[in-house]
């Protein structure tokens, strides 16, 4: 029964309407918080490049890269909601994306705690432009905990993407997909 909820929590987010975060949709800022992370195409190329590029690693780096990327974009988030000035947000952003495109494009390898350094400041950009979002009258702690949920179910996506290259062809389409998100990123900083 509780399945049930969760996917018509799901359906909902994906009709239009619903998903505009920019619409008070809940006075606690859940929902709000839950849409964020899908309502811009730099958040879900960002989000998706860091779990795939976690699972690419490998070993603890699968688990240590998105923890890293959570945890600082919580703080990210709080210094957005506080109003805690971080220079050239929206750049900063569409780099990351770019960056982070490369990192897949390239099957770029390094050890876990540096990949966490480098997601961690893509991660600060992203919570301080999410908390910086704060929906008036919403409850800043559900806000925040329900685009963390998001961003972990976007790090999943990209895991369970890179689960599914296998051998030359694959190895082929997460580089083409990776240089795309580079790409993308490039456009967004150049637009």
């Not at 505009?20 to 992370?37: S, Y």
């Not at 945890?71 to 990351?96: D, F, K, Q, R, S």
């Not at 990209?158 to 580089?175: C, D, E, N, P, T």
């Amino acid at each position: 029964m509780e399945y049930r909820r969760i996917l018509a929590a799901f359906a909902g987010l994906a009709l239009p309407g619903v998903a505009n975060t920019h619409i008070r949709l809940h006075t606690d800022g859940t929902l709000a918080g839950l849409g964020h992370p899908f309502s811009g195409l730099a958040h879900i190329l960002a989000m998706v490049a860091v779990g795939f590029w976690a699972a690419t690693l490998g070993g603890r780096a699968r688990w240590i890269v998105r923890l890293a990327f959570v945890t600082v974009m919580a703080i990210g988030g709080a210094t957005g909601i506080y109003g805690v000035p971080l220079p050239m947000v929206e750049m900063g952003t569409a780099l990351t994306v770019a960056v982070l495109g490369l990192l897949v494009a390239f099957e770029v390898k390094v050890p876990a705690p540096v990949a966490a350094a480098i997601v961690g400041v893509c991660a600060l950009f992203h919570g301080h432009a999410h908390g910086s979002e704060l929906p008036a009258m919403s409850h800043a702690a559900g806000y925040v905990m329900s685009f963390l949920a998001a961003t972990i179910i976007l790090h999943a996506g990209g895991i369970a993407l890179a689960s599914l290259r296998f051998g030359k062809a694959g190895q082929i389409v997460s580089r083409v997909a990776g240089a795309a998100a580079a790409l993308a990123g490039a456009a967004l900083l150049a637009g």
